[in-house]
Structures are given as C-alpha cells and as structure tokens.
C-alpha cells in the first residue's frame, strides 16, 4: 500500500472509531468526558482533545455540552477530507 493510502485508511478507521464512541458515551457526563480523553489519548490525539481542563471536571455537565459540539464538528470536517482524499486517484491507488 503506498503511505498516501495507508494514511488515508488509518485516517477511516480513527473516523469510524470516533463516531461510534461518541454515539455510545456514558449517560453520567463526568464517564462521557472521561470516555472521550481516553478516546483521543488511544488515538495519538488526531482530533479535538486538550478541552477538558482545571474545573472542568467540576463541571462535568456544561463541560460536555461544550465538548460534544467540537467533537462532533471533526467528524463532519474529518469526513469531508476524507472524501475528498478518496476522490484524489493518487492517494489511493495500491502499489504495484
């Protein structure tokens, strides 16, 4: 596979893996934030991460609902480069 491809399908597997822990945060808003570091530390910090901070963690709640929002809007971006980059045939032709 050449590095373009490779990136590009590391890239797919972050999105696809986002998108689902955030469609199954914990209900209690301090395990969702908790949940969404974990997330973003097991993933080498491609996306929003760093939000969570100081009193933040007090509260949880107004945190989340600050978060959730950013979250949300590098899936949108993430996946319309993505689509971009899968239309692009030089990043994702397979090597000879």
Partial sequence: MVPNAEALANRKWCWAMA???LASLSGDPLDALVE???FWI??????????????????AE???ERVLPVN?????????????????????RVAS
């Fill in 19 to 21: 998108s689902r822990r």
């Fill in 36 to 38: 969404l570091e974990e």
């Fill in 42 to 59: 097991e993933w080498g910090y491609p996306g929003p991460h760093g939000i969570v901070q100081g009193t933040a963690w007090h509260e």
């Fill in 62 to 64: 107004q945190t989340l």
């Fill in 72 to 92: 949300r809007a590098w899936l949108e971006q993430e996946r319309a480069a993505i689509l971009s980059a899968d239309a692009d045939p030089d990043t994702v």
